[in-house]
């Protein structure tokens, strides 16, 4: 069965960098996933997609944060990582990353059937 | 960007009822991108729903959506009181991917 565990820095200053990494075991990075996202959720508050990228390594952000994400795959290590640059206390929040699997319609299109499988979150504080 | 509506923004209700979410979006989406999701305290979400009407791998059958275009409903036929969460709906249809702002449903 598919895992997802997320790691990384739990505390960042402001205008550094948050860097994150999801390390994906009991399956394959490469094969195992239509897309692999990044969620965050502040304290209290709802989701928020940050961004995703597909197994062949294409990437799509919010644009609301696209200036300073960044999302990469390394399938050497099966795992996909995230950076956000210049954080302000606005980033302070719960950072999740998921899974879609995709999901095959007649003729053999692969389409997003939502992410079914999801880490348990790694709470980043932004603060000095 | 589709900014998608839940409401009511809390449900207070008995076991054995029937609970109905509602998800309104701003512009019309595929019912092919469309889920909903369940989160409990300290819990990431879990997908219960996908394509509008597909239930996810071992969700009840007492979970149900249906819909289409911007108008889209979770239905809980008999709540059980593990079903107290907060549930989230989301489109995948355009980036960027959005979610609603939540019910929470509380179990007498």
């Known amino acids: 069965q598919l895992q997802l565990q997320e790691s990384g820095s739990g505390l960042v200053k402001p205008s550094q960098t948050l860097s994150l990494t999801c390390a994906v075991s009991?399956?394959?990075?490469?094969?195992?996933?239509?897309?692999w996202s990044w969620i965050r959720q502040p304290p209290g508050k709802g989701l928020e997609w940050i961004g995703y990228?597909?197994?062949?390594?294409?990437?799509y952000y919010n644009p609301s944060l696209k200036s300073r994400v960044t999302i990469s795959l390394d399938r050497s290590k099966n795992q996909f990582s995230l950076k956000l640059t210049s954080v302000t206390a606005a980033d302070t929040a719960v950072y999740y990353c998921?899974?879609?699997?995709?999901?095959?319609?007649?003729?053999?299109?692969?389409?997003?059937?939502?992410?079914?499988?999801w880490g348990q979150g790694t709470t980043v504080t932004v603060s000095s | 960007e589709i900014v998608l509506t839940q409401s009511p923004g809390t449900l207070s209700l008995s076991p054995g009822e029937r609970a109905a979410l509602s998800c309104r979006a701003s512009?019309?989406?595929?019912?092919?991108?469309f889920g909903w999701y369940q989160q409990k305290p300290g819990q990431p979400p879990r997908l219960l729903i996908f394509?509008?009407?597909s239930r996810a791998n071992g969700i009840p059958d007492r979970f149900s959506g249906s819909g289409s275009g911007t108008d889209f409903t979770l239905t809980i036929s008999r709540l059980e009181p593990e079903d107290s969460a907060v549930y989230y709906c989301?489109?995948?249809?355009?980036?960027?991917?959005?979610f609603g702002g939540g019910t929470k449903v509380e179990i007498k």
């Open positions: 394509g509008t009407s």
């Open positions: 998921a899974r879609d699997p995709g999901r095959s319609l007649s003729g053999g299109v692969i389409i997003s059937s939502g992410m079914d499988v």
């Open positions: 989301q489109q995948y249809n355009y980036s960027p991917l959005t």
């Open positions: 990228i597909y197994h062949n390594g294409i990437t």
């Open positions: 009991g399956g394959s990075i490469s094969s195992g996933g239509y897309t």
């Open positions: 512009e019309s989406v595929s019912s092919n991108y």
